[in-house]
C-alpha cells in the first residue's frame, strides 16, 4: 500500500517517521497570487478555481499539503468586517463599536456556518479538496484562534483597554466567538478537514503578556482542542519563548513557531511537543538564494529534530516568493531524509 503524505503526518504526530518529515509551508495566499488566473478578491468566491490552484501548486512544488481557504479572514467578513486586498495581502476592517456589558456581547450577530456566504464557500472548498485528496494529503482547514479573532471583528486596542475596563463583557464575547469557533470547526471536519491550522497572532508576546495568555487564550484554546476530532496546528508570530510551557497545555498537537524563535532552545524545552517551523519566509524564501533557503532549512531540520517535526514557514509565505525557493525547501527536506 502506497505510504501516503497523510500517513507521513499521522508518524510525525507519533514521533515515528519512517522517510522524512512532513513539508507544510503555509501556502495559501502565495498559491493565490502564483496559481490562479483571477485577482485573490476574486478567487476567494471561487471553490472550484481555488482547488485548481491548490492542486497546481502542490504537484508544481511537492510539499505534503492542501490549504481549504481563500483567504485567513473570512471569520470576521462573516462577522460583518469589510475584507480589502491590497497586494501585501488581505486586512479586514473591524466593526465599529464596543463592548462594555455582557448585554452588549449578547447582542451581537453570530453567523450560522452553513449559510454566511463567506462560510459556506470555504465548506464547500474543503468538501472539493477532500474529494480530489480521497484521504492521501493533509486537507488543512483554518480558521484564527478565538483571542485573535476577537482582535479582527474588533479593534485589537479596544480588547485590549476592555482587558482592565471590562473584564467580564471580555470574557463573555471571547466565549462568544469560541463556542462559533467550535461551531465552525466541527463544520469543517464533517466536510473532511482532516488537520486544522489555528493561527494565533494576537495571543504572542508581542501583543500580551505570558499572565494574560493565561487567563484569556489558553482556556478557549483548550476549549477548542477539547471539542476537536483532528489534529489541530496551533501557529504562533513573534517571540513565544515566555509562553511556549503554556501553549503546550493547549493540547494542541503541533506548536508551529515563528522564525525569530530558537528551534534548538525550544526543542530542549519541549522535548516531547510535535513542533512546527520554522524556516524564514522573507529573508530566506523571499529575498534569499537557493543555497540561503537550503541553508535555512536545514539548520530547521538538524536543531528541531526529525522524529517529532514538521517542516514550515516561519509564517505565510509572501506572494513573490519565486517557485524555485520553494522547491528548494521541499528538496532539501527530502535529500535529508531522516539525517
Known amino acids: 500500500m502506497t505510504y501516503s503524505a497523510m500517513d507521513r503526518f499521522k508518524d510525525a504526530l507519533k514521533g515515528k517517521p519512517r522517510d522524512r518529515v512532513p513539508i507544510f509551508p503555509m501556502v495559501a495566499g502565495w498559491v493565490a497570487a502564483n496559481f490562479a488566473d483571477s485577482s485573490p478578491s476574486k478567487l476567494a468566491k471561487d471553490p472550484r478555481r ?3 490552484a491548490q492542486v497546481k501548486a502542490r504537484e508544481t512544488v511537492g510539499y505534503d499539503a492542501l490549504y481549504a481557504y481563500g483567504h485567513p479572514l473570512y471569520i ?3 462577522f460583518g468586517c469589510i ?3 491590497p497586494e501585501t495581502g488581505p486586512i479586514a476592517d473591524p ?3 464596543a463592548f462594555t456589558s455582557e448585554q452588549d456581547v449578547a447582542a451581537l450577530p453570530v453567523p450560522h456556518p452553513e449559510e454566511a456566504p463567506a462560510l ?3 465548506l464547500q472548498l474543503v468538501s472539493l479538496l477532500s474529494d480530489y485528496s480521497k484521504g492521501r494529503f493533509p486537507v488543512l482547514g483554518l480558521f484564527e484562534g478565538p483571542f485573535t479573532t476577537t482582535t479582527r471583528i474588533i479593534e485589537a486596542e479596544i480588547v485590549l483597554r476592555m482587558i482592565v475596563k471590562s473584564r467580564h463583557a471580555l470574557n463573555a464575547l471571547l466565549d462568544r466567538i469560541t463556542l462559533f469557533l467550535i461551531e465552525f470547526g466541527k463544520a469543517l471536519i464533517h466536510r473532511g478537514a482532516n488537520v486544522l491550522l489555528v493561527p494565533e497572532p494576537s495571543s504572542s508576546a508581542s501583543m500580551i503578556s505570558p499572565k494574560m495568555f493565561r487567563d484569556f487564550a489558553l482556556p478557549r484554546l483548550k476549549m477548542l482542542t477539547e471539542e476537536l476530532t483532528v489534529p ?4 504562533m508570530c513573534g517571540d513565544t519563548a515566555p509562553m511556549l510551557e503554556a501553549m503546550g497545555e493547549s493540547g494542541v498537537h503541533v506548536l508551529s513557531l515563528d ?3 530558537d528551534l534548538s532552545d525550544t526543542r530542549k524545552r519541549m522535548q516531547k511537543t510535535v513542533l512546527g517551523g520554522n524556516v524564514d519566509p522573507v529573508n530566506a524564501l523571499l529575498m534569499g538564494t537557493r543555497e540561503d533557503v537550503v541553508k535555512d532549512t536545514t539548520h530547521c531540520l538538524e536543531t528541531a529534530g526529525t522524529s517529532r517535526f514538521v517542516l514550515m ?3 505565510g509565505v509572501p506572494p513573490g516568493t519565486p517557485v524555485e525557493n520553494l522547491k528548494a525547501m521541499v528538496d532539501t527536506a527530502v535529500d535529508y531524509g531522516l539525517g
Do not use: K, T
Open 76 to 78: 470576521p467578513e462573516a
Open 313 to 315: 514557514s516561519g509564517c
Open 232 to 235: 489541530v496546528i496551533l501557529h
Open 259 to 261: 522564525q525569530c524563535m
Open 120 to 122: 459556506s464557500l470555504n
Open 95 to 97: 466593526l465599529p463599536r
Open 50 to 52: 481555488i482547488l485548481d
Open 83 to 85: 475584507v480589502r486586498f
